[in-house]
């Protein structure tokens, strides 16, 4: 796990003119009607002045869905890459080492990207690291930093970051905090990414030994989602992105809850046509939260997107990673579930939906590390701090129902992963 050490960087968001869906980042202060923010009554004495202006910042975030963006939908690619404005635009290509070595998608896409006139290929494929363990030390961070200075990249070049979720957290982070912010064009290779991360508004690197505890809120420039790049996966790691469709259709959706659910073996067996579908509809119900909930960098309270996650984010490290973050989700999911029907009524019929709809996706039930309970509950103060304020858990009264509650009740929650115990299916390599 990455050591802490004196560092000085900062970051900060490009400021990306929105032509098309926009959204806007606003302070959550109490404010008035106009663009004023209220000042705390009795803080200004005689010798002080306040000026509080509240503004929004708009941006763009385009999201583009391909079947083979290394060959007949190349065009989609070179369309969200602008010409630089003195020359070819600077591109610096990155990949993760086992996805290039898999596929000859990465080889073919960096040959066309060097055949066109309106773009400068700085180098070959940088390759990196791929998995959690490219978040636990600063190597891969470093190493993009030193690439985007050597061959002068500026805040109008891009940095095309080929790989899952962990590596695009990673590259992803390092192109923020570049000249405060690189455009980032991002082509997520997992399952996980492409339903879910790869089109977040945040990257991060774990630190202190805790999960994403350093890292930036940058809206990425463009997202591509190529189905070619899934080829290479195993089935292990084809499956656990699953648990974030799980997640965000009992969020936002009956109707699209119970067609995963209908699906679920067929999700499993490869049926791409399927796999894809609940794919997109996990993406664009994850987008739409992001550009339209009002907290795309989540200034506020409550964090609906991380249902399951409190005890998943604790899960990963004190298992040493071995625990795949999708495999994690769908554990916390089914572990807030069963609380849900505690202390909420979400119906029990529906937490055996969401179990059985979690087993027939492939994905494991339990873990040997949930037990003891009080390195799992730890969790809730470092998820508490990762967004501030007073403990914030989104929970479920029903499918399609989510609630905020402010405390966890720990009898109940080890009732909780009791419950899910009895039906649970260990992990398995």
Not at 22 to 47: F, K, M
């Amino acid at each position: 796990m990455l050591r802490p050490r004196d560092s000085k960087s900062s970051a900060s968001a490009p400021n990306i003119l929105a032509k098309e869906l926009v959204i806007s980042q606003n302070d959550p202060l109490d404010a008035g009607t106009d663009n004023t923010v209220n000042t705390v009554p009795g803080s200004l004495t005689d010798n002080s002045t306040a000026v509080d202006i509240k503004f929004s910042v708009p941006f763009v975030h385009r999201l583009r869905t391909t079947r083979h963006v290394a060959g007949a939908d190349f065009p989609t690619l070179l369309g969200v890459l602008t010409p630089g404005s003195v020359g070819p635009a600077k591109v610096l290509l990155v990949a993760e080492r086992p996805v290039a070595d898999a596929a000859g998608h990465v080889a073919e896409l960096a040959r066309r990207l060097g055949e066109c006139p309106d773009i400068e290929l700085v180098r070959d494929v940088l390759l990196v690291s791929g998995g959690e363990d490219v978040k636990n030390d600063l190597s891969c961070v470093e190493e993009i930093l030193n690439q985007i200075n050597s061959y002068d990249l500026d805040r109008r070049s891009y940095v095309i970051a080929i790989g899952g979720g962990a590596m695009l957290d990673a590259v992803g982070y390092a192109a923020a905090i570049a000249h405060r912010g690189v455009r980032l064009v991002r082509l997520p290779t997992t399952t996980l990414a492409q339903g879910d991360s790869g089109v977040g508004v945040k990257n991060a690197i774990n630190y202190f030994g805790k999960k994403n505890w350093v890292g930036t809120f940058s809206v990425p420039w463009a997202v591509i989602n190529d189905a070619s790049l899934l080829e290479s996966l195993s089935d292990r790691d084809f499956c656990s992105g699953f648990s974030e469709s799980v997640k965000v259709t009992l969020l936002k959706s009956r109707d699209e809850f119970d067609w995963l659910c209908d699906n679920a073996d067929r999700i499993r067996n490869r049926e791409m046509s399927l796999a894809t579908r609940a794919i997109a509809t996990s993406c664009e119900l994850h987008l739409r939260h992001i550009t339209e909930g009002g907290d795309p960098f989540e200034m506020l309270e409550a964090r609906p997107l991380d249902f399951g996650h409190w005890s998943a984010h604790k899960l990963e490290p004190i298992t040493d990673f071995q625990v795949r973050h999708g495999e994690a989700v769908g554990i916390g999911v089914a572990i807030d579930c069963f609380y849900s029907h505690l202390k909420l009524g979400f119906p029990l019929s529906d937490v055996q939906r969401v179990c059985d709809c979690l087993s027939r996706l492939g994905l494991p039930l339990w873990h040997q590390a949930l037990s003891p309970l009080d390195r799992l509950l730890a969790g809730l103060e470092e998820f508490r701090q990762h967004l501030g304020g007073r403990l914030t858990i989104t929970m479920l009264r029903g499918v399609g129902e989510p609630v905020d509650v402010h405390e966890i009740d720990t009898p109940t929650m080890a009732k909780a992963i009791e419950m899910l115990h009895h039906v649970g299916q260990p992990l398995r390599g």
